[in-house]
């Protein structure tokens, strides 16, 4: 699209600006390197060395050659390398290691420069090389404009009221005066641009526009994107933390229900414990008191042997178990006779014994008087058997 203009004159920088160091610059998109030689006369490279692509205005100018900053290339006036420090012989430079060099004409105070063959000279504008005309420097300034715009804003004074009040306009006199254009040398038909150039600057014109809207929905797109994003952050964060409160919950139940099961067990251990003592010690006592009963029978059975005889004793003892109804002679009457069953004929059949080894019927022994004491009842027996357990446990 710039194409056209490629083919005319522009100024680039101050000439007082490019000094013995290199200086960078742009000219319709394309990066500049601008340089002075030993003699002074300005030049312009693209600014690019062919061999690693550094920018030649980083590096310095030593005669009349620029020097490439990163390996040390070097470039004369026309733009051909004329050595490469890396080489045994670093004069042995290929034909095709060349810088792009550009036309530079210095005039005016400006460095201007076409990037193609110049279709026009360069203007001429001797009231900037008449010493009666002060020559004031502006700019550089950045315009987001096609050229015909900037001129078309110098040579538009209707505006000068307005955007420079006090300075060259006046906010009270807006009426602009009749004025004549002249032209000389350069008509003013030949900056009217062909139809094709029209149209490829109306093209960009609109493509500039189109590519400002589509920034702006870009701009609305990706605001939107980050809404939803921020959305499904907050979303996702309510999730978890839902989640995170339902697993609290959760494990502060298995907690209780543990602490439940853990005290539960704790009350049937205390208990079963407690029940195995009771059992124990009521396993203690009735073996003590069955032991204390067998002694207190068995000095009872052995105080009547001794008073009455084993015999005796053995009849007593069987009487007293018949008549307690714990054991049961079959026949019921197996000594003596009458109504008097069994408990009268063991009866009769003990008095007879006794009245037989005593010699008399008072059952005397030996001539001396003789009361056999009577055993002792079971519920004393008892009651002592019970009364040393006690004092045992």
């Known amino acids: 699209m710039t194409a056209p203009l490629r083919r005319c004159w522009h100024p680039v920088a101050y000439g007082a600006d490019v000094g013995a160091a290199p200086r960078a610059s742009m000219l319709l998109g394309e990066p500049l390197a601008l340089w002075r030689d030993s003699a002074g006369a300005a030049h312009a490279f693209r600014d690019l060395c062919v061999h690693r692509g550094t920018a030649l205005s980083l590096g310095c100018v030593q005669g009349d050659e620029i020097v490439c900053a990163y390996h040390g290339w070097r470039y004369r006036s026309d733009g051909r390398c004329t050595a490469i420090p890396q080489l045994a012989d670093p004069l042995r430079v290929p034909a095709r290691a060349r810088a792009t060099a550009y036309r530079v004409v210095e005039r005016y105070g400006l460095l201007w420069v076409a990037l193609e063959e110049p279709r026009w000279p360069l203007p001429e504008v001797p009231e900037m090389e008449d010493s009666a005309w002060t020559v004031v420097r ?57 139809a094709d150039l029209v149209e490829v600057l109306t093209s960009r014109e609109i493509a500039a526009q189109e590519r400002a809207t589509f920034a702006q929905q870009r701009a609305a797109q990706e605001a939107r994107v980050s809404l939803e994003q921020q959305r499904g952050v907050a979303d996702m964060q309510s999730q978890l933390a839902q989640a995170n409160v339902s697993v609290d919950i959760e494990r502060s139940r298995a907690e209780a229900a543990r602490a439940r099961a853990e005290g539960e067990a704790a009350v049937i251990t205390l208990t079963g414990a407690a029940e195995a003592t009771r059992t124990e010690a009521i396993g203690h006592a009735t073996a003590s008191a069955e032991e204390a009963l067998g002694v207190a029978r068995a000095k009872g059975f052995d105080a009547q042997r001794k ?28 000594v003596g006779g009458g109504e008097g069953g069994v408990i009268g004929g063991l009866g009769a059949l003990l008095m007879r014994n006794l009245a ?38």
């Open 138 to 194: 502006t700019g550089p300034f950045a315009w987001a404009a096609d050229a015909s715009r900037q001129v078309e804003n110098f040579t538009d004074f209707g505006h000068f009221a307005f955007v420079h009040p006090g300075l060259l306009g006046d906010p009270d006199k807006t009426v602009v005066a009749p004025y004549e254009v002249e032209t000389r040398g350069v008509y003013i038909q030949d900056v009217v641009f062909p």
């Open 307 to 334: 008073a009455i005889g084993s015999e005796q004793t053995a009849l007593v003892a069987a009487l007293r178990e018949v008549g307690s109804g714990h054991v049961k002679i079959v026949p019921d009457i197996q």
């Open 356 to 393: 037989t080894e005593g010699g008399n019927g008072n059952g005397h022994r030996n001539g001396d008087t003789f009361d056999p004491p009577p055993p002792p009842p079971a519920d004393e027996a008892s009651d002592e058997a019970s009364q040393e357990a006690s004092d045992r446990t």
